[in-house]
């Protein structure tokens, strides 16, 4: 019997974040537990998400050709009816779509908006506020959508929640370019240090470039301390030891309702809306909107209650482990290859 391969094909670029890198990461670790061959086709590999694919054992190959002409020929790829596809890419097109599906391979597409038409056999939508309705008009084999699928990564499930001994924020604006709304919250953050009468950590992730911006930038800090996290993808340690995150609404947001961790959330793309739409009403955080409409008075009123109101942040933590319960890898491919046995 062939043995079956599973092909990722990943928007690994810089516009894009690692969202998609973290998400397909984890299904591909549980297909590879499960015995499969795994490989990732990206048309862009930095350093750090090669150095992070070695690092998992995943096989990945780098290619000039655009998302959207890889199946233009059959023999450009060694894909056998046998086979898995999995796009996580927004660039794909139903043009690319049609091309594997007319080949007779098995297609899954992750998707964040519901409003885009696709063709294929699977549709993994992990947005928390997500439902069938959104893709009922698609022609689509099976749906799986909501929190149930959320596809969390082993280096986050195997974190652990600490004891905190002083009050620890974790902050990341994801793929976010630092531009004058990014100072502009930046300045919000040097407001608050003038106002605090305690000591707290500010876990900030960054680049080497903008860390350099940052040390300049928050020289006169007196009451935060800030912890600059350069060049790392596995940040569970330092989430784990957070009393609360202000984070974007993509991936990140769901590896914090894993983890039982408070949010402040910002919306950087439209992608994140509905996620974080559902932040307030799940009670698991307080959706801040985007840095465009943020005002200062707001910001500094909602993060002392962060800082300060203890009986709120139980109360989300309790909450978020009733969301995402970090099985959803498993359950995704299970459905998978069920799935392909009746093919």
């Not at 947001?253 to 307030?280: C, D, F, R």
């Not at 993060?303 to 942040?313: A, E, G, H, R, Y």
């Not at 109360?315 to 392909?340: A, F, P, Q, W, Y």
Request: hydrophobic letters at 40%; one cysteine or more; proline letters at 1%.
């Amino acid at each position: 019997m062939i043995r079956r391969k599973f092909f990722f094909f990943c928007d690994l670029s810089p516009a894009a974040g690692f969202g998609h890198l973290m998400r397909s990461e984890a299904l591909a670790s549980q297909v590879i537990k499960r015995g499969y061959e795994v490989i990732f086709y990206t048309d862009y590999l930095d350093k750090r998400a090669r150095n992070y694919l070695n690092k998992k054992k995943i096989k990945f190959i780098q290619t000039k050709r655009n998302i959207n002409d890889f199946f233009i020929t059959k023999s450009i790829f060694d894909i056998s009816q046998n086979d898995v596809v999995i796009f996580d890419h927004y660039k794909l097109t139903l043009k690319s779509m049609k091309k594997v599906k007319n080949r007779g391979i098995f297609l899954v597409i992750i998707d964040d908006f519901g409003n885009k038409k696709i063709i294929g056999d699977i549709i993994i939508n992990q947005n928390l506020g997500i439902n069938k309705k959104t893709h009922k008009k698609y022609k689509i084999s099976k749906l799986l959508v909501g929190s149930k699928y959320c596809l969390i990564r082993d280096d986050i499930k195997r974190a652990k929640r600490k004891k905190l001994m002083q009050i620890n924020i974790f902050l990341t604006f994801g793929a976010a370019r630092f531009n004058n709304l990014i100072y502009k919250f930046l300045n919000f953050i040097k407001r608050l240090d003038k106002i605090l009468e305690v000591k707290i950590k500010l876990f900030f992730v960054t680049d080497k470039h903008n860390k350099r911006l940052m040390i300049q930038f928050f020289k006169n800090l007196k009451n935060i301390k800030i912890i600059y996290l350069v060049g790392k993808f596995n940040l569970s340690k330092y989430i784990s030891a957070c009393d609360f995150s202000i984070n974007t609404g993509g991936v990140t947001l769901l590896e914090m309702v894993y983890l039982g961790v408070p949010q402040m959330t910002i919306v950087s793309a439209n992608n994140q809306k509905m996620n974080a739409g559902m932040i307030n009403k799940l009670g698991v955080g307080t959706n801040m909107r985007n840095l465009k409409q943020l005002k200062e008075k707001i910001f500094i009123k909602e993060i002392l209650n962060f800082i300060f109101n203890k009986k709120m942040k139980t109360r989300m933590k309790l909450n978020c482990k009733k969301i995402v319960d970090g099985r959803g890898t498993k359950r995704t491919l299970n459905e998978i290859l069920k799935l392909t046995k009746k093919n």
